[in-house]
Nanobody, 127 residues
Framework: QVQLVESGGGLVQAGDSLRLSCAAS????????MGWFRQASGKEREVVGA????????NYADSVKGRFTISRDNAKNTVYLEMSSLRPEDTAVYYC????????????????????WGQGTQVTVSS
């Protein structure tokens, strides 16, 4: 089992950058592919992107492609979400999630394929 804690959220202006961190404890993070998701008030949770166990493969939602970057440091048991050119529509609670996949390149955009979730961190982007 793994416990996940997100941090780094806050209030920023449109165009700013922000880095979120997801720190894991329990099992080693390299056991899991990681996903980042977000949920805006009154909306369904949506995927932001995902990264494979060793960080060799990443995928992003079209809405954040070119602006957001996911990386991981397994030695530090931490996954990062670098966000740039932030927009008001990026305002949401951001969650990291860990999931087991049969191959090292495995990852998913489906939230039901992730077993462990953090508590979320709020990102608010003002116009």
């Amino acid at each position: 089992q793994v416990q996940l804690v997100e941090s780094g959220g806050g209030l920023v202006q449109a165009g700013d950058s922000l880095r979120l961190s997801c720190a894991a404890s329990g099992r080693t993070l390299s056991t899991y592919a990681m996903g980042w998701f977000r949920q805006a008030s009154g909306k369904e949770r949506e995927v932001v992107g995902a990264i494979s166990r060793y960080g060799r493969s990443t995928n992003y939602a079209d809405s954040v492609k070119g602006r957001f970057t996911i990386s991981r440091d397994n030695a530090k048991n931490t996954v990062y979400l670098e966000m740039s050119s932030l927009r008001p529509e990026d305002t949401a609670v951001y969650y990291c999630a860990a999931g087991s996949f049969p191959y090292s390149s495995g990852r998913s955009f489906r939230d039901n394929e992730y077993d462990y979730w953090g508590q979320g961190t709020q990102v608010t982007v003002s116009s």
